[in-house]
């Protein structure tokens, strides 16, 4: 019985192993080829509307609303307090520009907040499907 458990954990391991790398290389993907921007907005309807124009227009594959946060900063030299509702925006690291772009465009702070990290790892199977989602620039 000690013997069919070892075979049976030794052949799914190395499926897995297997498997993982299949998945790897259909994602085909480098680090840093895709990114999280992360944008603020006054209102609600503000980050709604921007979130479905991003992802309407394949600039990002997903935008994630987050209410209810407080962002403190200082403005024309004065510190300034505000509730804000968060986008976080997955897209391709070639479409930041675009993103950037869109959202100053349509935006209504004289500077909106508009930043991005590139993503260094993930789960392949949502990294593909983020190049599926999102044309390459």
Not at 70 to 83: A, N
Not at 90 to 113: F, N
Request: charged share 25%; with cysteine; net charge positive.
């Amino acid at each position: 019985m000690i013997l069919l458990r070892s075979l049976f954990v030794a052949s799914l391991a190395g499926y897995l192993r297997f498997s993982s790398k299949r998945v790897l290389m259909a994602a085909s993907s480098s680090p840093g080829d895709y990114s999280s921007a992360f944008v603020t907005c006054p209102k609600k309807d503000v980050a709604k509307k921007i979130a479905s124009g991003l992802v309407e227009n394949k600039i990002a594959a997903c935008v994630n609303i987050i209410p209810g946060i407080t962002s403190v900063y200082t403005w024309e030299g004065k510190v300034e307090e505000d509730s804000e509702v968060l986008l976080m925006i997955k897209t391709r690291t070639s479409r930041v520009t675009d993103l950037t772009e869109y959202v100053r465009k349509q935006h209504p702070y004289e500077v909106p907040e508009v930043i991005s990290m590139k993503l260094g790892e993930g789960n392949p199977a949502y990294l593909q499907w983020i190049s599926e989602t999102v044309p390459e620039k």
